[in-house]
């Protein structure tokens, strides 16, 4: 079955720690975005990528940081200089240039104590 | 810059109800909105893409519609069941995917 793979589901880091979630997407889909979804928000875009070794920062990218050296896989992560890491993750994916559904991935929720 | 607003933010109803949820923006020179659903601790599913030129998407129980002018959009789902119960978010495009804005979502319980 095609789809995004995100791992892991729960994730536990002290503050001051850099921390990477993975991100790994089979249907041969050019666009890839990370999300950042809060209580009582909406979601907000943190980084997106068009292309492989190519990628833009979104809304909120302070603090992350991501590479595109694979079509499947747009990993992020979250360093030390993000003050409020917690949150749920999501990645999604979609056919770049086109006007097409997003296709997301389950969600990592991030917890930093 | 575009805002979108989806009210109320819960909605509970008994079974096998019709019923319409919400969502409003306030740039109408969008691309497309689409309309996803959420289950607690999950990602999102896309149910329906509206382009900019069409009036309304239908699939199964489900029918989007689009007012560009008035700046809405409506989820009609028909004779709703338990399994409807979770979050739908609305999200508006100004442009390519990395342009959508979204709503903060409707919760929504149908009662048995």
């Known amino acids: 079955d095609g789809g995004i793979t995100q791992s892991p589901k729960y994730l536990f880091r002290k503050e001051g720690q850099n921390v990477t979630l993975s991100c790994e997407q089979n249907?041969?889909?050019?666009?890839m975005y990370w999300y950042r979804q809060d209580p009582g928000q909406g979601l907000r875009l943190i980084y997106y990528?068009?292309?492989?070794?190519?990628?833009q920062k979104g809304d909120i990218a302070e603090g992350y940081s991501v590479s595109r050296e694979k079509k499947e896989s747009f990993p992020l992560t979250v360093t030390s200089a993000q003050k409020n890491p917690t949150a749920f993750y999501l990645c999604?994916?979609?056919?770049?240039?086109?006007?097409?559904?997003?296709?997301f991935g389950n969600g990592t929720r991030l917890t930093v104590t | 810059k575009q805002e979108v607003t989806q009210i109320p933010a819960a909605l509970s109803v008994p079974e096998g109800e019709n019923l319409v949820l919400n969502c409003s923006f306030t740039?109408?020179?969008?691309?497309?909105l689409q309309w996803f659903r959420q289950d607690p601790g999950k990602g999102l599913t896309s149910l329906l893409l509206?382009?900019?030129?069409?009036r309304e998407q239908t699939s199964g129980r489900l029918n989007a519609s689009l007012d560009k002018s008035s700046g809405r959009s409506t989820l009609y789902i028909a004779a709703s069941q338990p399994g409807d119960s979770a979050t739908y978010l609305c999200?508006?495009?100004?442009?390519?995917?990395?342009?959508?804005?979204f709503g903060k979502g409707i919760t929504l319980s149908v009662r048995p």
């Open positions: 999604a994916s979609s056919i770049a240039g086109d006007q097409s559904p997003l296709h």
């Open positions: 249907l041969n889909h050019d666009a």
């Open positions: 990528s068009q292309i492989v070794n190519d990628f």
């Open positions: 740039d109408s020179a969008i691309y497309n």
């Open positions: 509206i382009q900019s030129s069409q």
């Open positions: 999200a508006v495009s100004t442009g390519a995917n990395s342009k959508l804005t």
